[in-house]
């Protein structure tokens, strides 16, 4: 069967004509969209150059010939409509012949291309949306008061380093940095990190941004956020304890952060949307500028999220998660964001914070798995585990499933620790 | 005298030949790159168009060509030597009549352009490298332990918001934003913010970046720093006192940041070059990664910076400071951010943090002038104030001198509180 007149939905592998997510890829040293399909990708540029896009409007062709996504996003939601519609025409069974062996010719194999990250990023703000995670890491270091009195009543979050954004695949460096003194009168610690650790997260990218001054009611604010991506948040646990007060995570977590090289459109995950949590009884509502009905109702989604070590190697499943489980819709979370007027643009990422659920086996980092390292985990290969050692690649993964519809597979995002550079940098 | 035949050196109000600071400035729709000289400005787009510029090596000039100065600051400190020795040439009083009138045909009055941001800012770090500051923001909450343990070890800082920073003269609204509750069982409250205030802060500009993995060693750091601006970080206490735990400041910062439209290069800040502040006796040494002895010679810049409050109705100078007086250098400060590896890139904004000085006078912010309003200023005009109120106007205004030189102005930094928006954004 020729790649032109293949059935993209037989062997999609959650890649099918209902998913369609977003890429970039390299070729001749230059970034190139595309869409991905089955285990094949679509060349977006070479589709806007082709008069096989003829019915797409002018600006809408032309965001396809950039290297981000971030024209596209500009455009908005019926841009993002428009261009899902025409891609599943042109790969749909039913598409002409005349179609599909033109559309055969901008077609490659997803082995043959090297991905790169679709989106630039001038933003990237990280939340704390589970309560789960924050409960339990707040045990850790506040037994008796382990949640803050703001929680219930606003996402929190801080912003993160948005230039160590790396795409899936890159190499983690194991970061040096300081940590606190064995003793008040002792200098501290400077040296490779001892504590490092992932977090598994869902990022939502957003679409049309906000003018300054202007907030985002939570009504509108599903149609400013485009898609959603896997995200690995590495964090350095020795590094942030000791410097994180009073101004937050600084250089514990901007060494590097992973995210899939898949944007998923929110478009193609509307089958999944679901409820948003429940407030436990007794809770506080959301104030009213954070409360909307309809979010309530679909708000959240059920995306099925696995984290996993060495997954190659097969020594350990980590944790088996869902982003249903969050305590805060995305909604909230750019509502919230923007409620002081702050200015959201397309690319900017919104990460949901540590996905954890309410089980021990569904705790998104091993800050929580180990308790902080106190109780290192076993894996299947006999080896124990406190923090991630050299050579560990950590693997997120993703899916969503509904009876009767065929299954939808997020992009991986994946990482592998490197030695921290042999020599404490130069110094005087 | 025709403005190709001025001399610059007279009346040139802080903006001489020995200054040269860079801005943009719009025209026809596009921003063009400028240099200020006295009160002109040199359009450096139209410049780099004419053979006046043919000594300059090509990716230079087309550097000068871009809407804001990143392509020049990746270039280099040798290229911003080169540009900087060049625009002296043709502005000097020793200028061919030739040049003389070349170039006056690219110059503009001051007053007859529009300002805009000339750079593009990928991420901005604002860090809290005044003792003074830290010291008496901390007396207020913790007044047995005022400054936290890691404070002398580490310049302590945190990822701001890059989207929200304005130019000089751009109105600032009032943000409304979640504040603590009067008990533990009342909801928050959800108003504009009752508590605005204003930080003083000196911006270092990032010229070249550092590869993602690769920490810039102390004795280098100084050559990845292009210049300064002036930064004013309004901040809502309220706002930022109920989010701030545990992750830092985030919505009480992010609503908006302003900077001076001109950035003046570090190679005119030279004379002005003094010692790193002494360390107390009793304090510890920094480690040996954030310690150099050229630095500690020459590391810190002796900049009077004054704050005043509604300055055109003379109501209050706020305050008198100066940079030297920072606990860290610049240097120091830009080490520990890629100790671990973070990648700088040029365009990225370093910010002290608030420039607060020894004596009460020369502190940065209402915030510690009025004991987080416990204690109003008393204006000339007869007013009072505890933090800013709808239609007060901030200005930062900075100087350097010494005899026999001729003294710098750095660009004022000016933002004037527009009111909240009157409802209260839109809910479901």
């Known amino acids: 069967m020729s790649i032109e007149t293949k059935s993209w939905n037989e062997d999609a592998n959650g890649f099918g004509l209902n998913h369609l997510p977003y890429g970039a ?20 540029a070479a589709c806007a150059a082709d008069d096989v896009c003829d019915s797409l409007p002018v600006e809408l062709r032309k965001s396809l010939t950039q290297p981000t996504l971030n024209s596209l996003l500009a455009l908005g939601p019926q841009s993002w409509h428009t261009l899902r519609e025409w891609l599943t025409s042109v790969l749909e069974e039913a598409a002409s012949d005349e179609v599909k062996t033109r559309i055969g010719l901008f077609i490659h194999p997803l082995d043959k291309v090297e991905l790169a990250l679709p989106i630039s990023i001038g933003n990237y703000t990280d939340f704390y949306a589970s309560l789960h995670h924050a409960r339990r890491v707040g045990e850790l270091f506040r037994p008796d008061n382990p949640l803050l009195p703001n929680y219930k009543h606003i996402p929190i979050g801080y912003h993160g380093r948005a230039s160590s954004i790396v795409v899936s695949g890159t190499e983690i460096r194991r970061p040096w940095g300081q940590s606190r003194p064995p003793n008040e009168s002792a200098p501290p610690n400077f040296g490779p990190s001892a504590a490092l650790d992932y977090e598994v997260e869902l990022a939502f990218i957003v679409g049309q941004g906000n003018v300054l001054g202007e907030p985002i009611p939570i009504a509108e604010a599903g149609q400013h956020l485009f898609g959603v991506a896997l995200l690995n948040d590495w964090s350095a646990r020795d590094i942030q304890s000791w410097e994180y007060q009073p101004l937050g995570p600084f250089l514990g977590k901007s060494f590097a952060t992973s995210i899939s090289p898949w944007i998923t459109p929110l478009a193609a995950l509307e089958p999944f949307r679901v409820p948003a949590l429940p407030r436990p009884a007794g809770d506080p509502q959301p104030l009213p500028h954070l409360y909307n009905e309809v979010d309530q109702q679909n708000g959240a989604l059920d995306i099925h999220v696995s984290a996993a ?42 990460a949901s914070g540590t996905l954890s659920g309410p089980e021990r086996g569904s705790a998104g980092c091993f800050m929580e798995l180990t308790r902080n390292g106190a109780e290192p985990l076993q ?16 693997t997120l993964t993703a899916f969503c499933e509904r009876p009767g519809l065929q299954h939808i597979q997020l992009g991986r995002c994946t990482g592998r620790i490197l030695p921290a550079h042999p020599a404490a940098p130069q110094s005087s």
């Open 25 to 44: 890829f390299r070729a001749n040293g230059s970034t190139c969209l595309c869409v991905r399909i089955g285990d094949f990708v679509l060349d977006l």
């Open 309 to 350: 070590l060495n997954a190659a190697a097969r020594d350990m499943p980590l944790a088996q998660t869902n982003s249903r489980d969050l305590y805060w819709t995305a909604a909230q979370m750019a509502t919230h964001h923007t409620s002081n007027g702050c200015n959201l643009q397309p690319g900017d990422i919104l």
């Open 379 to 394: 894996l299947l290969n006999g080896d124990r585990r406190t923090w991630l050692q050299d050579g560990d690649e950590i």
